[in-house]
């Protein structure tokens, strides 16, 4: 059976840091893309950055590029997300997606595979 953890979300100041990992079992997924999507109340999921199976290429969403980095550690099954400079835009639920293809996608439903989230919020 296949789970996703995410862990690393809390409470943060604005220009403040969080690094969120999401660590998955059961099958390799050396081949397969790894995304961060997050959903603020209200709002739909929205895609915040993926990584390729072998972690050559990223990809992120345009209100987070500059100050999110995404990487992956194929031996551990885990992706994470290193967030700088954080706003209070920023504050949401944040999920960890597999996609059991080699490419990013920014559609949630092409993705086969979520963790159960982990809550940001940035406060003013």
């Known amino acids: 059976q296949v789970q996703l953890v995410e862990s690393g979300g809390g409470l943060v100041q604005t220009g403040g840091s969080l690094r969120l990992s999401c660590a998955a079992s059961g099958p390799t997924f050396s081949d397969c893309a790894m995304a961060w999507f997050r959903q603020a109340p209200g709002k739909e999921r929205a895609f915040v950055a993926g990584?390729?199976?072998?972690?050559?290429?990223?990809y992120y969403a345009g209100s987070v590029k500059g100050r999110f980095t995404i990487s992956r550690d194929n031996a551990k099954n885990a992706v994470y997300l290193q967030m700088n400079s954080l706003k209070p835009e920023d504050t949401a639920v944040y999920y960890c997606a597999v996609r059991m293809y080699t490419g990013v996608s920014y559609n949630a439903n092409l993705y086969d595979y979520w963790g159960q989230g982990t809550q940001v919020t940035v406060s003013s």
């Open positions: 990584i390729t199976c072998t972690g050559g290429t990223t």
